[in-house]
């Protein structure tokens, strides 16, 4: 299925075939750490490769943090790590102005965000003052402290994880932080074949120890550059602003999806389109993404949730019943 537009460039082929051998590098590398979960997978490369970030949201031990570990040995880049506690401070990630006697003067001294990869562990730990340090960082692509403005690298990618059990002593994340966040998914428990294959590999030591990182800052900023040239048909972006549409006007939703939702469901379907070495999107793939794209950006109304209904099941309701655009 095709939707052609006389605008649209066509990418050679070559160059779709260093983007499917480097993607999957990546995601063979990744997998051999988790095991089992493919698509779960696949989902968080394609959130790394539309520049969004990933918030994995599942019971403890099931690889939330081992799955942000592992994409970030894959690549030969910085990775900093932030235990997110309710004593964190804003400055901890951001940074801080400290006066050097030898100078003189004000030296900036880089929080923890400063790095390719970011994993904030067990995010909704901290207070809603520290988790807001995260805002300007994670949608500019920048910090600003005292006024001076500083560049984050390229690529730049924050993987949060929280436990959606465990509620004492955490905040919930405010709406604004979470339309932030590109992709919510669940690695969920694995099957029993997968199970019994991680307490092989993994009894006696960690795999992560056993993995090399197969690209470098510079190869996965090629495939953002790359994935961006692939093309849109208008009918396609129709379908997509339809589905925002159809959660704004929902009668079982109280907050619909955003503008930037809109945005973020367009750029994660060209990197999905591009890992399947197409440089075009279909309608599945913007159906396969809407889910987990979103559901997290969605309240449910008080009536709708006391009768069991979900953000993720009403978006895959209003996914069947919209028209999808067919060939033109």
Known sequence: MRYPDPGGQVAASPEWDRFIEEFDAIRSNVERVIQGKPSEVGLALVALVAEGHLLIEDVPGVGKTMLAKAIARSIDCSFRRIQFTPDLLPSDITGVNVYNQEERDFEFRPGAIFANIVLGDEINRASPKTQSALLESME????TVDGMTYELGVPFMVIATQNPIEHEGTYALPEAQLDRFMVRLAIGYPGAEAEAQILETHGTHSALDDIEPVTDA?????????AQHV???DPVRRYVVSIAEATRSHPDLYLGASPRASLMLVRASRALAASEGRDYVVPD???LLAPPVLAHRLIVSADASMSGHTPDSLVRG????????VKG
Do not use: F, N
Request: no cysteine.
């Open 140 to 143: 500019e692509r920048q910090v």
């Open 218 to 226: 510079a190869g996965v900023a090629w495939l953002i550059a790359a």
């Open 231 to 233: 093309h849109v048909a």
């Open 285 to 287: 793939d913007v159906k």
């Open 318 to 325: 209003m996914l069947e019943e919209l028209p999808v655009p």
